[in-house]
């Protein structure tokens, strides 16, 4: 789900979110082909059967996306294809919002305002998955670097669902009143795009929503499934850096110097009680070093030495506690070494901070009830909070007491796949893995009915 320069937080957002899935796999795994429950069959009727006769324009559309990914703010092509699409439907269409976001709106009467999201961005990854549609697409990141293309987390699924769900929505004009806003939002992958569609006025150059829902494919279940989480969903994300200053010297003469190599390692292993003895053990939190850079030389101790951390919780309280403790750690730290004030660890933060994702518990369950209805019980379950991150977050942040929100995910393992690795997930490519390939048909298909089936429920005449 996210990184376009890799950031930490990102790549282990979507890591994280297919590790946390993965507890369901085999119970999920053994109900993979399984014909649609009876009343979610019947529950299906002709709006499953509309989209089926649509599903080879959407998948084409599919490929075509696939074969074409475009990395985090370079979302020009793309925007604009689906754009124009948007405008074919009837959808009053701005571009540019947040850079490269499009927001399309249609007003069909009085009632809710419910807006629809998909994330466009692809992956600094070169595919390696065979499909004779792969990306074979050269560009330069943010940071400078010159990388291979590739969907890899999905965004591909998204963007056809969403056109799948405009065109459904159009098609049913008169089963909904309210205001359906659309938007394509660029970014995601380095947490920005949401974030900059609402400085760019999102939610006031255009309606704002009373309800925002989104979806992400899921690399660890069955293609076709959908998996839900009521409350906290995902998780903050904060990448945070500790400079380690110290005094180098010669290696075999450390009492002249003050290494910091030294220091950094205590302030690693003093981090770990933070978790464990200032947070609540019912309360999740994690604090990962992910990188410990030092030193040139065998015989020489520097003079500097850089961590840096990922640190995920849930509540904003949390989120102060872990932060606080890492600055307090680092400098009590460094103080304990001898150094001078000049010379004390610095921490600082990287802009792009991701909030929490909540799903508002009465919409969760509302939405979760009628997807039960429709999709079948085997289909449809609750799955636990992960720590990954999701910039969909920002949205209902933006109005909490106003705005509610559900992202739920869509499982897009093929069942050849499930069938191949025996049920040992270890085996299967997760999101951001060049060899992901979700079965596409079954992703978008379900998502698609998904998606308009909770709209037309949200805004029923």
């Known amino acids: 789900m996210r990184s376009s320069h890799i950031r930490p937080a990102t790549l282990a957002s979507c890591a994280a979110i297919a590790m946390g899935l993965a507890s369901l796999f085999i119970a999920l795994a053994a109900s993979a082909g399984q014909p649609d429950h009876d009343s979610g069959a019947a529950a299906g009727g002709k709006l499953r059967a509309d989209i089926e006769r649509d599903l080879d324009s959407l998948v ?41 976001g499009v927001v399309a709106v249609m007003e069909n009467g009085p009632g809710p305002v419910v807006m629809l999201r998909a994330d466009m961005d692809g992956l600094p990854v070169a595919e390696q998955t065979g499909l004779p549609y792969a990306s074979k697409i050269i560009a330069t990141t943010g940071k400078g670097i010159e990388s291979p293309v590739m969907h890899a987390c999905g965004h591909d699924t998204h963007m056809a669902a969403w056109v799948g769900t405009a065109r459904q929505m159009v098609t049913r004009k008169g089963e909904w009143s309210g205001t359906l806003v659309m938007i394509l939002q660029p970014a995601e992958e380095i947490g920005s795009g949401a974030k900059a569609m609402l400085e760019d006025g999102l939610f006031t150059r255009f309606p704002k929503p009373d309800y925002v829902l989104g979806f ?18 995902l998780a903050n994300v904060d990448s945070i850096n500790v400079r380690v200053r110290g005094i180098g010297g010669h290696g075999a003469y450390p009492q002249t110097a003050k290494d910091p190599v030294v220091l950094a390692s205590q302030i690693v292993l003093g981090l770990q009680t933070i978790v464990s003895r200032e947070v609540s053990p019912q309360e999740p939190a994690v604090i990962t070093v992910g990188s410990f850079r030092a030193g040139s030389k065998h015989n020489i101790i520097s003079d500097e030495a850089n961590l840096l951390l990922t640190v995920r919780s849930y509540s904003d309280e949390t989120r102060k506690i872990l932060l606080d403790g890492i600055a307090r750690v680092a400098r009590g730290q460094g103080i304990a070494a001898g150094l001078p004030e000049d010379l004390l660890p610095v921490v600082t ?4 901070f991701t909030p929490s994702t909540y799903n508002d518990p009465e919409l969760t369950q509302d939405i979760a009830g009628l997807f039960t209805q429709r999709f079948g019980p085997e289909r449809v379950f609750e799955t636990p909070a992960v720590m990954g991150g999701e910039d969909f977050s920002q949205f209902r942040r933006a109005d909490p007491d106003n705005i509610q929100s559900l992202i739920f995910w869509v499982g897009g393992v093929a069942e050849e796949d499930l069938a191949a690795v025996n049920g040992d997930r270890s085996k299967l490519p997760s999101l951001h893995s060049p060899f992901w390939a979700p079965d596409a048909e079954k992703v978008v298909s379900t998502a698609t009915e998904a998606m308009t089936a909770a709209t037309l429920k949200l805004m029923a005449k």
């Open 60 to 100: 084409a559309l599919y490929r075509d996306l696939h074969a074409n990914p475009e990395l985090s703010f370079q979302e020009f092509k793309t925007a604009a294809k689906l754009a124009e699409e948007a405008r074919r439907l009837g959808f009053s269409v701005t571009e540019g919002v947040g850079q490269t």
């Open 349 to 352: 933060a990287d802009d792009q």
């Open 216 to 233: 992400h494919d899921a690399a660890q279940f069955p293609a076709g499934m959908i998996g839900y989480t009521s409350g906290y969903a």
